[in-house]
């Protein structure tokens, strides 16, 4: 028997473990998550209901409200973190790759240091500096003369979202940064070198060259962006907590999940309507996935052709 035709078996004990492991922390708790979405108690008894926890979230004017405030605010996070967070990561990318620039392994450690901090840390810290009271926010906008611009930005419906999505961007804009740093440094010399003889330089070259070869990157860091806010709580959780406040303004479906699965103050809680929560969001995160995936394979080949 040839070499190609042998069962490379070392293959399967090297993937055994980890996918052991995946099945038990990700695969196992997904249908586990799915099957409880389908029951509901009566007494102290599990029965099967079908899709009428669904019909519940749906079509009940209590749930589907917090359902429907919880998803638009999801999307309002997700659309600051499109339009913000990624391209000022690409700017960032385009300047700390630039040949020329001193210190650039400093920038990029320090712009980058933030996305290792805890959750807790970033929402309390950033509470304490935009609190109205002994927080440095008043100071510094005083400083500049621009403190008639301050306001309690995490205490008014208006501004609260918004104000923890620019902080979520503050802490990770450091992932779609190194991510196209990486894609930028990886474009052949070659291509810039004939572009620089077809007169293509600077920004020209960027535009022209340089954008197109990481698009892909993009793409990929979008579809993350995407998936990384709609499974986010923690943030909101730290500064804002369990009620999402002020009056659920800042309430998204990682809180809503957690308030309906555990509970919290007087409300009990439920795990059957939690996995049905649970579910919801894993069909967006998958129908937005695809939507993305689809997106990006259409415009890579009608740039290909």
């Known amino acids: ?19 052991l492991v995946y099945t038990a922390v990700m695969i196992f708790p997904l249908f586990n998550t799915l099957r409880l979405s389908l029951f509901t ?9 079908g899709l009428q926890n669904f019909r519940t979230l749906f079509g009940d004017a209590i749930w589907s409200e917090q359902f429907w405030n919880a998803l638009g605010n999801n999307f309002w996070f997700f659309f600051i973190h499109m339009v913000v967070q990624n391209p000022i990561g690409v700017i960032l990318a385009a300047i700390l790759s630039h040949p020329r620039l001193r210190f650039a392994h400093l920038y990029r450690s320090a712009i980058f240091i933030p996305t290792i901090l805890s959750f807790v840390i970033v929402g309390f ?122 009056n659920f303004s800042t309430d998204i479906l990682g809180t809503f999940l957690y308030r309906t699965f555990f509970g919290f103050q007087l409300q009990l809680g439920d795990p059957h309507m939690g996995s049905a929560i649970a579910t919801a969001m894993f069909v967006i995160i998958l129908i937005g996935v695809c939507i993305y995936l689809f997106g990006i394979q259409t415009r890579l080949r009608r740039y290909q052709f």
């Open 1 to 19: 028997m040839s070499d190609r035709l042998r069962p490379r078996w070392h293959i399967l004990v090297f993937l055994a473990p980890a996918v």
């Open 125 to 246: 810290a950033w509470k304490l500096i935009l609190s109205p009271i002994w927080g440095i926010a008043p100071s510094l906008l005083d400083a500049v003369g621009l403190k008639s611009l301050f306001a309690p930005w995490l205490g008014k419906e208006e501004y609260a979202l918004t104000t923890l999505a620019l902080i979520s961007v503050w802490q990770f804009v450091g992932i779609p940064m190194m991510l196209i740093y990486a894609a930028l440094l990886s474009i052949p010399e070659e291509i810039l070198e004939a572009g620089e003889c077809d007169g293509i330089t600077g920004m020209s070259a960027f535009w022209k060259i340089k954008l197109p070869l990481i698009l892909p990157s993009i793409g990929i860091i979008s579809i993350l962006t995407f998936v990384g806010n709609f499974n986010a709580f923690d943030l909101i959780y730290a500064a804002q907590g369990a009620l999402a406040g002020p």
């Open 41 to 49: 108690e009566v007494g102290q008894e599990r029965v099967f209901v």
